[in-house]
């Protein structure tokens, strides 16, 4: 990668002119080609001098003896000359003399930009324990300007804390992350980026991190109930790293009883025909080198033909009938007492006439008086 940015130099009055020359950028191991020119010369020397002053070209004689730099193009008008190879050390001032009286002089930067290397991922222990505090560094050397570093996990950015250490004119680059490492981290893959002006690509590199940690088991059973005379399957469900095995089977905390029906095969454990005597507690158990897990599952046989597997639900129905019972008593509660309340008002209505009789007789005359006045009010509706 070369670039070239041009500086023209102004002139000074009846003295003349000062040479044109232009700043140029190039990667390390790169070529530059350094250019001074002048619009007119009267026959004067054109010169390129080094950052350490040192004579490189006066017209078109080598004055230093570095095989990496050439001539180009020597006229009384130009000067051109070509550093090959370039290292971080060519970076600097170059001058350009034009060998007037007073001499003239242009300056022309010659920016060497380091090439990062390959990042490099350190810190990984393999495998880490789950719960461990690991602290992963992605490193780069080299760069000019200093590189940039970015981590990413999976495919998820993440930051790290950036250390910058210059050596020279290049700088050391390095970015860490920390964590606690659980079961969830096992296969992740974390990536460090190199990002620099230098680079058309990104620089990358990866490593996976690997997690062991103790099992846990569960046992995986089927949907339907398990009835009488059916084939019958569990399996123990594990996770754990490095893989526990082998899965040990169990009933009742002793061994399976009958190991013609009860067949078992890797995590398998099938029964191939179910009766009464299965019912009990299955258990199965697993180990790793960090631990032991074990799970369990409570087996009951029903009876296809008994009614509480196909029948009506009896003690559903109780309940309803129970219910409406109740409501039924509760109606006839208040019905009998709104019509005693209705009846005992009908006889006092009766009784009116002989509240305020002088005696028994006249009483029984006024109340029969109130029965027959009753009566006429009765037909007279009618």
Known sequence: MLSVAGTKSKAKGGQGQFPITQNVTVVEG???????????????????????????????????????????????????IKIGDVSLSDDGLY????????????????????????????????????????????STLGS??????????????????KELNATGKSFTVRSSLQFQVDKGEDGVAYTCSVEHVSLSNLYTTTEVLEVHYAPLLEISKPQIDPLEGQYFKLECVSIGNPIPEPVLWSKDGGELPDIERMIVEGRELTITTLNKTDNGTYRCEASNHLGTSTAEYKLFVYDPNALGQHGPDHALIGGVVAVVVFITLCLIIVLGRYLARHKGTYLTHEAKGAEDAPDADTAIINAEGNHLHAEEKKEYFI
């Open 144 to 161: 000019k300007p200093a590189a940039n570093i970015r981590w990413f996990r999976n495919d998820k950015e993440v930051q790290g804390s």
């Open 30 to 80: 790169g070529s530059a080609n350094m250019t001074c020119r002048v619009d007119y010369n009267d026959n004067t020397s054109l010169q390129w001098s080094n950052p350490a002053q040192q004579t490189l070209f006066f017209g078109d004689k080598k004055a230093l003896r570095d095989n990496r730099i050439e001539l180009i193009r020597a006229s009384s008008q130009e000067l051109t």
């Open 95 to 138: 001058t350009c003399s034009l060998f007037t009286m007073p001499v003239k002089t242009t300056k022309a930067f010659l920016t060497v930009l380091g090439v990062p290397s390959r990042p490099e991922i350190t810190g990984f222990t393999k495998p880490a324990m789950e719960g461990d505090i690991i602290t992963l560094t992605c």
